[in-house]
């Protein structure tokens, strides 16, 4: 290699992605090759900085990027072919962007003088992603490969953060054509600059919302986790002891053993975090979106609710529930100006009308406290979630797919840090578990991880138990079994008189001897008695992939569930019971 | 509502793209779309001219802003602002006084007849888009055979600006 001074060094394209990944930080690359990034596959062979982990499915690479980001807070970083091995990835991208999860994708593309001639593997990958990414670029030049993923990184991990693609034509990479190479330390853009302090009034307003409140809430989500605020969330909760209740993106933003937390709320959220939402007199939503998920009929959301809004993208102020105090901000500084302002005014909340608020919200709690049926001679979903989260003391990460199983996780596992529940929250898609689980394994290989997830769920992305022993990634797999795709099955017995169409899960494979086949440990659970031991003796197996058959209860039912087009506070309690 | 949105934004490809693609993906709507390079090559300017309650505006003026390559935005239609639309439209003329109606009308309008055959002229109108309707309606007597309208350019008046 030559150089032109002692400065600068030449590289191909090719080579250029690889350094620049390396000089942004980044240790692993998911993904999978194919014609159109073999020169970027032969660069990567030649170094050792960044390193590959060769998926079987390019879907995994991205779910696998995307929970390493959530874990971590980091852009993950995910490189595909072109056609195929991009359109593969769509379905993860899709994910990363509806939940705000830094990604960096890169795909290969064909030759720039044969794209828009439908040449062999040639897809719109632009055109593809337009909709589902925070921005997408394509290299015209090879020596602003370094510009251009410095950029993707800027955008992916700042504001709103979201996946970026950057789609590389496959002649931007050739290995003989050299180019200097000088990575930006920095970069400014002058149509992006997103806003990091909050308004100083608006923050005065609605500390002073807060302190005139009688019936105060905070309902916090995914933005506290991303922005890395549970810290200043759970200062500001205690210096005023308002209840706080997170969404299902926002899980151990606010420890769950805390007596101040009330539990998720939303449609399938607690009674206690309903009741106090719907009537409470101050909302503060911080890093939340009003989810149709969580707002049930926005017509009759929280009526008595004076609505305070922090977040840092201001097209989700006032979208579907109007704020009166927008804060359009980083939650962190938003939160810690907050707090400051208490501690400076030495004011005090309302005492009496916070005890007896407080009184309460504890009689709402003792109305259903997340009852289900004991000792039953079949196992119930719930009852392994919470014996999970007893042996892992919620610390563990769990990544989830989605559905029931989703949902019994998210209610009976006692979060108490952030970052460790790791779920599809926007997009809802099944096959995100064991990738996803796989991605945290591999960045924090001494952490518990567990991939809670169903015999429906884990079949989209299966074949990944193959990658799981080729790095031996020791998750712990709780495959929920009852036959069904449970929470279609639920809405087939409550909305379908039990016409369970299609939600059967008929000839299944035998998960314990599918697990052996890869060299992993398989363990069949069926009753009740059986579950302790073998899942002491899974979180024993440090280094081993543990997978859990374990028979459930088919005919269990996700409560509280709100009741179609009702309000907060309107939930069905149980097959029987609603308020 | 109507509101006229202008828009700087990087004169990058795909850019125009992705603010089509936000209208169509959230189901706003686009009454007229014009696009061309400012005085700086570096920056297209688009007008776009939408209708919706207040809260809709509020969202897209919203999105737009969170395109990557939108520089800066305003809806004229909040201030005191200027709107031009151009039109060419061709018309049969074939009667010396078909030919007398259309020429008539187009004084009117203050329409150039900017081609002319044995059987058509072709007139260039310039006005806002309602005026443009009008001469439209005028003619619908004589028999209209083409219309190409260029969509709503418009400036805020006075020391209002839209520039970096």
């Known amino acids: 290699m030559t150089s032109q001074n002692t400065k600068t060094e030449m590289l191909s394209g090719a080579a250029m992605v690889i350094r620049a990944l390396a000089d942004e930080g980044v240790e692993y690359l998911y993904g999978y090759p194919g014609g159109a990034v073999l020169h970027i596959y032969d660069a990567l062979f030649q170094q050792s900085k960044v390193k590959h982990v060769l998926v079987r499915h390019e879907q995994a690479a991205t779910h696998m990027a995307d929970a390493y980001a959530r874990a971590s807070g980091k852009a993950g970083v995910v490189l595909v072919t072109s056609g195929p091995g991009a359109t593969n990835a769509v379905t993860g991208i899709a994910t990363a962007y509806m939940d705000s999860i830094p990604m960096v994708v890169l795909t290969g593309q064909v030759m720039s003088h044969l794209i828009g001639g439908d040449a062999f593997q040639e897809t719109d990958m632009l055109g593809i992603s337009r909709p589902i990414v925070k921005h997408n670029m394509s290299v015209r030049r090879p020596e602003d490969i370094p510009y251009l993923i410095k950029k993707a990184f800027y955008i992916a991990q700042s504001g709103r953060p979201g996946p970026v693609v950057l789609d590389i034509p496959k002649d931007m990479t050739m290995p003989n054509e050299k180019y200097p190479y000088l990575y930006p330390e920095t970069l400014k853009l002058r149509s992006y600059n997103p806003t990091a302090a909050g308004h100083p009034g608006q923050i005065k307003k609605a500390v002073n919302a807060l302190l005139q409140a009688k019936r105060p809430i905070i309902y916090s989500g995914g933005g506290v986790i991303m922005g890395q605020a549970s810290e200043e969330l759970t200062a500001l909760a205690r210096k005023l002891n308002y209840p706080v209740t997170n969404t299902l993106m926002g899980l151990g933003a606010y420890p769950a053993g805390d007596p101040q937390f009330i539990g998720m709320l939303g449609m399938h959220g607690s009674y206690e975090a309903n009741m106090t939402m719907h009537h409470a007199d101050v909302i503060l939503a911080v890093g939340a979106r009003f989810d149709d998920r969580v707002t049930n009929n926005t017509k009759k959301f929280c009526p008595h609710a004076t609505i305070i809004h922090i977040d840092i993208d201001p097209a989700s102020i006032s979208k579907t529930i109007n704020a009166h105090i927008p804060i359009v901000g980083l939650v962190k500084p938003v939160l810690a100006a907050m707090v400051a302002q208490l ?75 952030p970052n460790r529940w790791i779920n599809s929250g926007g997009l809802g898609i099944m096959g995100f578990g064991l990738p996803a689980a796989m991605g945290v394994k591999l ?17 989209m992305n299966i074949q990944e138990l193959s990658t799981c022993k080729q790095y031996g990634l020791g998750v712990k797999i709780i495959n929920l079994n009852n036959g069904y795709l449970g929470m279609v099955k639920q809405w087939q017995d409550m909305n379908y008189e039990s016409r ?34 073998a899942l002491e003796r899974a979180f024993a197996l440090k280094d081993q992939l543990v997978f859990l058959d374990i028979h459930v209860d088919p005919k269990e039912h996700v409560y509280p569930m709100h009741v179609p087009g009702g309000a907060m506070h309107e939930m069905f309690l149980s097959k029987t019971k609603r308020t | 509502m109507r509101h006229i949105i202008s828009v700087l934004l990087e004169n990058e490809s795909g850019s125009l793209a992705r603010v089509v693609g936000l209208f169509a993906q959230r189901g706003y709507n686009i009454d007229s779309l014009t696009v061309a390079p400012t005085d700086d090559a570096t920056m297209s300017r688009l007008t776009l001219v939408t209708h919706g309650n207040d809260q809709v505006i509020e ?57 002319v055959t044995a059987k058509t002229f072709t007139i260039q109108v310039v006005g806002t888009s309602d005026k443009l309707d009008a001469f439209i309606e005028a003619l619908k007597g004589s028999a209209i055979i083409e219309v190409a309208r260029s969509g709503v350019s418009g400036i805020s008046r006075g020391e209002k600006t839209l520039t970096l």
């Open chain 2, 59 to 115: 969202q897209i003026t919203k999105h737009l802003h969170k395109l990557i390559e939108v520089v800066k935005l305003q809806d004229l239609s909040e201030s005191a602002h200027v709107e031009r639309e151009l039109m060419l439209i061709k018309v049969k003329a074939t009667s010396n006084e078909q030919r007398d109606e259309v020429k008539r009308c187009a004084d009117i309008f203050r329409g150039q007849i900017i081609d």
């Open chain 1, 500 to 533: 369970y169409a299609s939600s059967y899960m008929d000839s299944l494979p035998d998960f314990v001897k599918l697990a052996e086949s890869y060299g992993h440990v398989g363990i069949r659970v069926s009753k009740p008695e059986e579950l302790e031991p």
């Open chain 1, 443 to 459: 960045n924090y290989p001494d952490a518990d991880v567990v991939c809670v997830t169903g015999e429906g769920s884990i079949q």
């Open chain 1, 343 to 417: 501690e400076q005014k030495k004011a005090k909340p309302d005492g009496q009308a916070l005890d007896s608020w407080w009184q309460q919200i504890e009689a709402w709690r003792s109305v259903h406290g997340g009852e289900y049926e004991q000792d039953t001679p079949v196992l119930k979903p719930q009852a392994v979630i919470e014996a999970v989260s007893r042996i892992t003391k919620g610390e563990a990460y769990v990544t989830s797919d989605v559905g029931q199983h989703q949902m019994f996780a998210a209610q009976y596992y006692k979060f108490n840090k």
